[in-house]
């Protein structure tokens, strides 16, 4: 299967996103029965870091292959699509999330959505997988197009 | 059934003496996946790319693109 530069780069960008924040959440979940303590800033902007830099080091890589990496407008429209789809996603999220709220925690046996340490993770899973909905519906349409 | 835009810029780039899809990406102003998903119908261009390949050419728009 021949992937363009644009297309390579969205998969280095899924898979160390949610290789990264994939263990990261991983771990955060099994523990949730133990109610620890929320995780501290530094902890999560190290995260963000890895995931940054990951990232910028294999883009980096492809971009020595590729010279003529610009953006057009068919990019630009693709990119426009994929947010309008995360940004759906997210919304869908907090609602669920505003709606549990109002209800007065009516799942309240989870203690996904009853610590703050539960809480915490859960939004933060909602954005990473909001940001993997924009990466898998930017693939879809660089490989089918519209 | 509905209508869709087709092109003849495969046959125009090989009447072009075989220009290649980078030659006509560089010179049009877009990436060669682009000109390769306007060739393939997977993608219309905006008026502005279309006028652009028109002119690289030098023939109408309609004689390019075709909408039915």
């Known amino acids: 299967m021949d992937f363009s530069y644009k297309e390579k780069g969205l998969i280095v960008s899924l898979g160390v996103t949610l290789l990264i924040f994939g263990w990261y959440l991983y771990g955060a979940f099994s523990n949730l029965s133990l109610n620890p303590e929320l995780p501290g800033f530094v902890e999560i902007i190290i995260l963000i870091i890895w995931v940054a830099v990951l990232e910028s080091i294999i883009q980096g890589f492809l971009a020595l292959k590729n010279k003529s990496q610009l953006e057009d407008e068919r990019d630009k429209l693709i990119e426009k699509i994929s947010y309008r789809y995360g940004y759906w996603f997210l919304s869908a999220c907090i609602w669920f999330l505003m709606v549990q709220i109002l209800l007065d925690a009516r799942f309240d046996h989870l203690p996904v959505l009853t610590t703050p340490y539960g809480m915490f993770h859960l939004l933060l899973l909602f954005f990473v997988l909001a940001e993997v909905t924009n990466f898998v519906v930017q693939l879809y349409y660089y490989r089918k197009g519209f | ?68």
């Open chain 2, 1 to 68: 059934m509905s209508k869709k835009i087709s092109n003849n810029i495969r046959k125009l780039r090989f009447e072009a003496g075989e220009m290649s899809q980078q030659t006509l990406a560089e010179k049009v102003g877009v990436t060669r996946q682009t000109i390769i998903a306007i060739e393939k119908d997977k993608y219309s261009p905006s008026l502005e790319v279309a006028f652009k390949i028109s002119n690289e050419f030098g023939v109408a728009l309609e004689t390019i693109f075709n909408y039915k």
